[in-house]
Structure formats: C-alpha cells, structure tokens
C-alpha cells in the first residue's frame, strides 16, 4: 500500500523550435529521473530523445539519471545545441562585428 507522502507531483519537460510539451506526472518518489521519463511516455512522443545522449536537468541544473525527485519538481531534456555560443562569440569578436543586443 502506498501513502500519499510515497507519491511525489512532477513533470517532465521537452521543447522543440516550434513545440513545447510539459507532461505531469503522479509518481513514487523512490523512482529515477530516467524512470521518471520512461514512464511519462515522452519517448515515445519524441523518438529522437536517446538517453544516453541527451543531457537532462531539473529547474535548469543538470542532473545524472539516476538522481532522485522531490515534490513539485520539473524534468528537462536537453537538445544538443546546433552551434556552440562560445565559438561564434569569438568569431564575432575576431570579425569586428558588434552584438546585437546590448551592443553600442
């Protein structure tokens, strides 16, 4: 028999360019992010999330799969980022060229 402060409220979050999924979930507290997500049916939704290579986090800090929840927590997973921030800024900063924002 479960009691209620066995059972945590979270979701699991995914966002594409165009779409953006929040999945809420009632769930045992003793499972794993990586249960977690199973669960949630998300990959199912999105088959190009692989596990072994997305990164996942919770509230914007990276987490391992096998990290734990708390109530009221929300799962991340990551896409892998198309061009790395760090490169272009120095492209940017090699070319001469002003950012945009913030730029003067």
Known sequence: MKFMTDIIHIEVSYAL????????LDVDKQLSIEDIIKKSGILEQFPEIDLSQNKV????KLKKLTN??????????YRPLIADPKKIRKERAASGKLMKKGAR
Not at 57 to 60: C, D, S
């Open 17 to 24: 360019p165009d779409k953006q999924v929040i999945l809420t």
């Open 57 to 60: 986090g919770v509230f914007g």
């Open 68 to 77: 734990a929840l708390r109530e009221g927590d929300r799962i991340e997973i």
